[in-house]
């Protein structure tokens, strides 16, 4: 990969700039000197600098954030591709490279190309890759941070109850994320790649709850619940039916045969993936 910038149009805009990951992408590409616009939808913040108003569902908006910008990092946080074609051309006209956010539950099937069941990653990949754009797709793993979810059950009394303790379940780090975004915006080489990204290992569920409570200094453990109750506690959270037992079939079929770990985010960023350990020990607070 060289190291080269890109020429001539140096900002880049940052879509999903206030975000678990965008936040990181912001960070990393000022410190590395790259001027960005970070976009959000709140105008309060909008008016603080290096911030743009905009929303992905109003395509003159991101039309004018995106002018004169040189790249865009591209999330799309909405459960379907509903305005997405507007988003993408409206970004497209004005940003000669794309790197978007998409998930490693896209799978390239063979004669049919990409899919997502149930979810919008492979349809805005596919419009991305029909605008023009040279781009990239980051196609990451569950994100570390996700396991957030489970501060409340770890402050409260140290347990966490869950179905499928023993599924062995991949989480990479949203800063190796950012780290490999980066590297995509701002360097040739990259495109047309679509980087499946992974942390280091794949832990169980159990083993998850118990490293974290390590690193917060609880002893923390996991409660299995029977696949019906866990189903309702997702359902009652508002889950729509087909994406809870898309999930529990998912997290079923990982018992015992963990989810695969790729070298990708050593390969392209030359250091090698945070563990789990190394995430809860930086955010041990977060669960006291
Ligand atoms: N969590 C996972 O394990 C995982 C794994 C693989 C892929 N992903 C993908 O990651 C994406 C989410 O990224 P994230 O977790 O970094 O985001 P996040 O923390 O959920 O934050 C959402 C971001 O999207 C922005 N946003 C929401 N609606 C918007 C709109 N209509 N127009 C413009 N901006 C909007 C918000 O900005 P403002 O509020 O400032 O406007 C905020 O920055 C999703 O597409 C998801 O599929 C997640």
């Known amino acids: 990969m060289t190291q080269e910038r890109i020429d001539g149009a140096p900002e880049i805009l940052v879509v999903g700039a206030t975000g678990t990951v965008g ?43 995106a002018t004169g910008a040189g790249a865009a990092f591209l999330i799309w946080p909405h459960p379907t591709a509903d305005g997405a074609a507007a988003a993408v051309s409206a ?34 990949e596919a419009l991305i890759a029909g605008s023009g754009v040279r781009y990239t797709f980051l196609r990451p793993h569950g994100f570390t941070a996700n396991t957030l979810r489970w501060a409340e059950e770890i402050r409260t009394d140290a347990a966490v109850r869950g179905f499928g303790g023993g599924a062995g379940l991949n989480l990479v780090d949203e800063r190796d994320i950012a780290a490999v975004a980066v590297r ?7 495109e047309g790649a679509r ?22 200094g609880l002893p923390a453990r996991w409660e299995e619940l029977p696949r019906d109750t866990a189903r309702l506690r997702m359902l009652t959270a ?28 050593e390969d ?5 993936p945070r563990s789990l350990r190394s995430w809860a020990a930086d955010h041990a607070a977060l669960f006291r």
């Open 268 to 272: 392209i960023t030359g250091r090698p």
């Open 195 to 216: 980087y499946v990204l992974t942390g280091p290992e794949s832990p169980s569920q159990e083993e998850q709850v118990r490293i974290i409570g390590e690193a917060v």
């Open 184 to 190: 995509a915006l701002t360097e040739d080489g990259h």
């Open 91 to 124: 970004m497209a006209r004005h940003v000669r490279r794309m790197v978007f956010l998409s998930s490693a539950a896209v799978r390239d099937v063979p004669g049919r190309g990409p899919e997502s069941p149930g979810r919008p990653d492979a349809a805005i």
């Open 23 to 65: 936040r990181h992408v912001t960070l990393q590409l000022l410190a590395s000197g790259v001027r960005v616009r970070a976009l959000t939808r709140h105008p309060d913040l909008a008016r603080q600098p290096r911030y743009v108003q905009g929303d992905l569902l109003d395509p003159d908006s991101l039309e004018a954030a």
């Open 238 to 265: 508002g889950w729509p039916p087909t994406v809870v037992d898309r999930a529990l079939d998912f997290i079923h079929a990982r018992v015992g045969d963990p989810e695969p770990v790729t070298s990708t985010v």
